[in-house]
């Protein structure tokens, strides 16, 4: 089935630094992907829609200038968390949506801000 | 807007017993159904959906779910649980093609051997 991959899987910083995720769709383009943040023993909340080639949507109570989302290509979405705060700490994943509708997941990145 | 329910927070089930994972649903239009599992730091890994056709669909592990319209649900079921099914499993739900998944909030399953 399609592969979705994200990087890093795990990563820590220091509290006022930038993280970038990346997202990639591997076997399949993807014009539409979603970024849901996780935080421990909860549901995966949707922060954003990204779609290729414009800006992303986000939902409500999500800081769009915090949070950037850039979908640069049809399989590369990437979520930059900018100065990065200990509340930021959680897990991110992202989906991509194949040409069908199916929806693939990435298997998270879990961000740890100091 | 869509919502979906999983009214249990945590599932206990011994090892070669049926398990039933519950989910309700709420959506405007006609519902897309899914079920997904997921590992300890893990993504989320997909275990079958619903669109149209067959109220039983069955998917991957040996699970199963069953759309019920009437009560507005779509039950998670598998006949003979292993230790191995003990995870955490989402339900969730669009209500058109386009739109995000909206997701429940979780039920653990344990499954004791």
């Known amino acids: 089935g399609a592969v979705v991959s994200q990087h890093p899987s795990r990563v820590i910083c220091k509290s006022g630094t930038s993280v970038k995720i990346e997202c990639r769709s591997l076997?399949?383009?993807?014009?539409?992907m979603f970024w849901y943040r996780q935080f421990p023993k909860q549901s995966l909340m949707l922060m954003a829609t990204s779609n290729e080639g414009s800006k992303a949507t986000y939902e409500q109570g999500v800081e769009k200038d915090k949070f950037l989302i850039n979908h640069a290509s049809l399989t590369l979405s990437t979520l930059t968390v900018t100065s990065a705060h200990p509340e930021d700490s959680s897990f991110y994943i992202c989906?991509?949506?194949?040409?069908?509708?199916?929806?693939?997941f990435g298997e998270g990145s879990r961000l740890t801000v100091l | 807007a869509q919502s979906v329910a999983q009214p249990e927070d945590q599932v206990n089930v011994a090892e070669g017993n049926p398990l039933t994972v519950k989910c309700t649903y709420s959506?405007?239009?006609?519902?897309?159904l899914f079920w997904y599992v997921q590992y300890p730091n893990r993504g989320l890994q997909f275990l079958l959906k619903y669109i149209t056709g067959d109220n039983l669909v069955k998917g991957s592990y040996g699970f199963e779910a069953e759309f019920n319209k009437s009560q507005t649900s779509f039950h998670l079921k598998k006949p003979s649980a292993l230790v191995s099914d003990s995870a955490l499993y989402f339900c969730a739900v669009r209500d058109t093609g386009n739109t995000p998944l909206v997701f429940g909030k979780g039920t653990r399953l344990s499954v004791i051997a």
């Open positions: 076997d399949f383009q993807a014009t539409t």
């Open positions: 989906s991509a949506r194949d040409w069908s509708g199916e929806l693939f």
């Open positions: 959506v405007s239009g006609n519902p897309y």
